[in-house]
């Protein structure tokens, strides 16, 4: 890990949180090692799975950040273990009127570990200002399947992602070498969120991505995303979706897909079909979503 956690702080500038986790195997069965926090970023459950797994479910209590919060996460999987992780409800980002939020998160994952990195959509309210990374570190046979998914305003109250900024960085590193990454830095309303080769004016962006660290991903996978992906937008057809959604092999062992649209709900099953299609050639076997979505 990165050292001790910083201790609580809140100043006039906002909340800093901080969360180290350790996970390894014990017996057949993952289980949690490490676990130290300082101010408002907790786990609150590390379930073991009848499969040897362990689901970590993280939470943030205040729900989401204004501006000068900070939140900071730092994962570890050691050596052979299996870890599912995510969240019980969305990362709001609220309204700041001057200083922007700032949120860190770092997985790091040993030889032969399988990670599972399925949060829940990130909600950005209009005038937020957003600074997110994820940066994923995996030696050579580590397995990763998971997403982030970013939602721009709230629909279903009116509201647009009219003023305020989006910076976002999602970067999976393999062998120590940088397989893929991805930067997002856009102003509301700026090009990149208007243009067909971005977000398109949707509302709704997501990275699914599958990674098996030296080992080639198979074609059944691929065209497997792919097809399911031609029969979301297809099915989507003439509704106020616009879904639009594609999967390329980004080197023999990463695929990655992109979804844009205007219905979150409609992106996170899709997000979800693609972990169910990637889960058995990846880590082995089926699994069931989380059962903490459901509540």
Not at 155 to 180: D, I, K, N, T, Y
Request: aromatic content about 6%; charged content about 20%.
């Amino acid at each position: 890990m990165d050292g001790a956690a910083a201790g609580e702080a809140r100043s006039g500038t906002g909340w800093a949180a901080r969360l180290e986790l350790a996970f390894a195997p014990r017996g057949a069965a993952t289980a949690l090692v490490h676990n130290r926090h300082a101010g408002p970023l907790r786990l609150i459950r590390a379930l073991p799975l009848i499969d040897g797994r362990c689901q970590a479910v993280i939470v943030h209590p205040p729900g989401g950040l204004v501006g000068g919060d900070t939140l900071d996460l730092d994962v570890e999987l050691a050596e052979g273990a299996r870890v599912l992780v995510t969240t019980p409800g969305a990362q709001k980002w609220y309204r700041s009127a001057r200083d922007g939020a700032y949120a860190r998160t770092c997985v790091r994952l040993r030889r032969g570990a399988a990670l599972e990195w399925l949060p829940q959509p990130t909600l950005v309210f209009d005038a937020a200002q957003v600074d997110q990374s994820l940066a994923l570190w995996l030696d050579h046979g580590a397995r990763a399947i998971g997403w982030e998914c970013l939602v721009l305003g709230r629909a279903a109250m009116g509201e647009r992602f009219a003023s305020g900024r989006l910076v976002q960085r999602l970067a999976l590193h393999v062998a120590g070498a940088p397989a893929w990454v991805e930067r997002t830095d856009a102003p509301a309303g700026g090009l990149l969120l208007r243009s067909p080769l971005g977000w398109g004016g949707r509302a709704v962006a997501c990275t699914v991505w599958a990674v098996a660290a030296g080992a080639a991903i198979g074609d059944a996978v691929r065209d497997g995303w792919r097809a399911a992906l031609d029969e979301a937008v297809v099915s989507a057809d003439g509704r106020a979706a616009r879904l639009a959604a594609g999967a390329s092999r980004v080197r023999e062992d990463l695929l990655a897909a992109r979804l844009v649209a205007d219905d979150s709900q409609l992106v996170t099953r899709v997000a979800q079909s693609l972990w169910a299609l990637a889960r058995p050639a990846l880590l082995g076997a089926d699994s069931e979503p989380p059962r903490i979505w459901a509540t």
